[in-house]
């Protein structure tokens, strides 16, 4: 079935450091890939999507680039701020079913002034 | 628009208890889900519905039951709570499924803890 890898945090960044969290999948099919963002006390809220191969998902200075051959969706920011604590999570919106997010477990960020 | 609600926020049930826990929307959404979060696990999903009238078993649907009697309201219900059922529950909506081009709005969640 479908899958989602993503790096195990925490991770714990000094203010304007570059950020790179790893996700990878699995899917039958062409899979739409998302990143949701989860604030302290919060619901989850979508960051950026892509919906085809080399598509590029932007949003707030975030980035991540639908790569097909490497089945990868690498969430990235050039230089992150504190307001940009929270837990990151991958996903996957199975294709085929239209009924389904397969999620990763999540990635922790602190940064640090 | 409020978006999706969920009540309660938090909630403490003894072993054996039932209860509801409430979702609304107001934004017309066809497709409503219900998902758990636990640590380690990031999100699963229990339940989700099509239309009103129509739901359908997710990956972790044993313990609760759903229903859609309107467009807006997707209730979870626990009809014997159970020690694994602690959880932080959201429910979320959109427009036509999850593919190609929606977007999923999650409510705030509800904590559940069962003792």
């Known amino acids: 079935g479908d899958s989602v890898t993503q790096m195990e945090g925490p991770v714990t960044l000094s203010e304007e450091a570059f950020l790179t969290i790893n996700c990878t999948y699995t899917a039958t099919g062409y899979p739409s890939l998302f990143w949701y963002v989860q604030y302290p006390g919060e619901g989850l809220q979508l960051l950026l999507k892509?919906?085809?191969?080399?598509d590029k998902g932007s949003n707030k200075g975030f980035e991540a680039t639908y790569r097909k051959e490497t089945t990868s969706f690498h969430l990235e920011k050039g230089s992150v701020q504190v307001s940009d604590s929270a837990v990151y999570f991958c996903a996957l919106g199975d294709g085929g079913s239209n009924y389904k997010l397969t999620f990763g477990k999540g990635t922790l960020l602190t940064v640090n002034p | 628009n409020a978006g999706v609600t969920q009540t309660p926020k938090f909630q403490v049930l003894k072993t054996g208890q039932s209860m509801t826990l409430q979702c609304a929307q107001d934004?017309?959404?066809?497709?409503m889900s219900w998902y758990r979060q636990d640590p380690g696990m990031g999100l699963r999903l229990i339940h989700y519905s099509v239309g009103a009238g129509i739901t359908d078993q997710g990956e972790v649907p044993n313990g609760y039951n759903v229903s859609r009697s309107t467009t807006e309201d997707f209730p979870l219900r626990l009809l014997s709570a159970a020690p694994s059922q602690t959880s932080v529950y959201f429910c979320?909506?959109?427009?036509?499924?999850?593919?190609?081009?929606?977007?999923?709005?999650f409510g705030p969640g509800t904590r559940l803890l069962v003792l």
């Open positions: 979320a909506s959109s427009r036509a499924g999850v593919g190609v081009q929606e977007t999923q709005y």
């Open positions: 934004m017309n959404h066809e497709y």
């Open positions: 892509a919906t085809k191969a080399d």
